[in-house]
């Protein structure tokens, strides 16, 4: 299972910055998708998720109406799209996969390398 | 604030054993995960359903529950261990999070 994430980015606030996560070496329908973000100085915290094989979607209260995650089965990519950047958003984002189980609560095992978001004016 | 209340650091000396505690109400009747992140690197999945260890995780890594209290285990703790270590646990339409504990191996 390889997971490769797209470069970082600086963006200004209130910019839209998205994310792609490139996935291999298992079938992309099959297992969920999660999205994390870790801001300096922070914990990690879970941002939301997408079942690749209909796009349904479900995302954490903190981030809603600001985050979009879709799956593009005819290229094994999710994307994940963060609105209306302020500063506080700056921070690393990873997809990870949950490999070994098909429950929504099962928590991913794979990783990517994670993606560097930088906002600022 | 967090969801699931972790101490925000631990330390042990090499060779002992560690003890890392996750409590929260709305933990008791939720399986409880443990990741372990060392710094610049993207997080490893250490425990999962309370007490399982995924395949390449050390033996040293153990996990339990009780309560509304999951404990993460990791005994002959070595140097290599120093990292941040969250817990996490499903609820009802939310992902819970602790606010991670650093732990460091003098």
């Known amino acids: 299972v390889h997971l490769v994430q797209s470069g970082g980015e600086v963006k200004r606030p209130g910019a839209t910055v998205r994310i792609s996560c490139k996935t291999s070496?298992?079938?992309?329908?099959?297992?969920?998708m999660h999205w994390f973000q870790r801001a300096p100085g922070e914990g990690l915290e879970w941002m939301g998720l997408?079942?690749?094989?209909?796009?349904?979607?479900f995302y954490s209260s903190n981030f809603q109406g600001r985050v979009t995650i879709t799956a593009d089965t005819s290229t094994d990519t999710v994307y994940m799209d963060l609105t209306s950047l302020r500063r506080e958003d700056s921070a690393t984002y990873y997809c990870?996969?949950?490999?070994?189980?098909?429950?929504?609560?099962?928590?991913?095992?794979?990783w990517g390398q994670g993606t560097l978001v930088a906002v600022s004016s | 604030s967090s969801d699931l209340t972790q101490p925000p650091s631990v330390s042990v000396s090499p060779g002992q054993t560690a003890a890392i505690t996750c409590s929260g109400d709305?933990?008791?009747?939720?399986?409880a995960c443990w990741y372990q992140q060392r710094p610049g690197q993207s997080p490893v999945l250490v425990i999962y359903?309370?007490?399982k260890r995924p395949a390449g995780i050390p033996e040293r890594f153990s996990g339990s529950a009780s309560g509304n209290t999951a404990t993460l285990t990791i005994s002959g703790t070595q140097a290599m261990d120093e990292a941040d270590y969250y817990c996490q646990a499903w609820g009802s339409s939310a992902v819970l999070f602790g606010g991670g504990t650093k732990l460091t191996v003098l």
């Open positions: 359903q309370d007490d």
């Open positions: 990870a996969v949950t490999s070994y189980c098909t429950s929504i609560t099962c928590p991913p095992d794979y």
């Open positions: 070496g298992y079938t992309f329908s099959d297992y969920f």
């Open positions: 709305r933990l008791g009747d939720k399986f």
């Open positions: 997408v079942d690749p094989e209909d796009g349904k979607t």
